[in-house]
C-alpha cells in the first residue's frame, strides 16, 4: 500500500488531530481529540482499572493499539504520574509519524516536552520516561507481531473496520484475550455490533457505555475474573 503524509488538523475542542489520506479518516472524533481519549480510555479504562483494589500491588501493564499522535500516552503518563501508579506502556504502530510533523502536536495544559520524548524513544525497547511511566513502542503490523502478555489494559484504537477491517477481526480479539490477565479491560471507540459480537465470541464480557460528544456509544470488554 502507498501511504500518504498525515496533515494537522483542529478538532472541536481546541485540540490537534491528523488527517489520514491513505484512509480517508482522522486520528481522532472531530468533535474533539482530547476529549475523546479522556473519555474512552482514560475515564472507562486507565481509571476505571486504577480504582480496583486489586492493581494496587503491582505495576500496570497496557497495550495500545496504534500510537497515532501519541496522545494517549501523553494522558496516560500525567494520570499516572498524579496518582502514582507504575505502569509500562506498549504501544504498536505501523505507521510511525515523522519527527517534524510529530514535533507540531501540543496539546494546551499537557506537557509539549513528554509528548516529544514519547515520540523521540527508540523502538523495540523499554523507556522509561518517568519513575511511573515505562514505554515500549512497537513498529508493526498487529497481524503479524506477537503481542505484550499479562495485560491489565488494552486501548484499542486502530483506524475504522471499514478502513482497516484485518485489524478487527475476531482472531485479533482471541489473541488480546489471550494475552491478557484475569479482570483486563479492553476499551474501544467503536460500537458496531459486529465488533461487539467478535470480543464476545473472543471471550470478552461487553458492555455498551455513553460515548464522548459526536458518539452515542462506545465498548468496553473486560476477561472475566473466573477465566484462566
Partial sequence: MTTLPPELATTED???TLFAPTFGEHYHSTHG???ESEHIFLRLGLLHRLEEPSMSDRPLRLFEVGLGTGLNALLTKVAVEQAKRPL???SIERYPLGVELANQLNYSGLPTADLRAIHEAPWGEDISLSPYFTLHKIQGDLTASS???GLDLIYFDAFSP???????EEGIFRRLFEASSPGAVLTTY????EVRRRLQRAG????RLP??????EVLRATRPLNHR
Wanted: aromatic share 16%; proline share 12%.
Fill in 14 to 16: 481546541g485540540s490537534l
Fill in 33 to 35: 481529540a482530547r476529549q
Fill in 88 to 90: 509500562c506502556y506498549y
Fill in 147 to 149: 503481542f505484550p502478555t
Fill in 162 to 168: 471499514e478502513s482497516q477491517p484485518e485489524l478487527w
Fill in 190 to 193: 467503536c460500537a458496531k455490533g
Fill in 204 to 207: 470478552f464480557l461487553v458492555e
Fill in 211 to 216: 460515548g464522548p460528544p459526536g458518539k452515542r
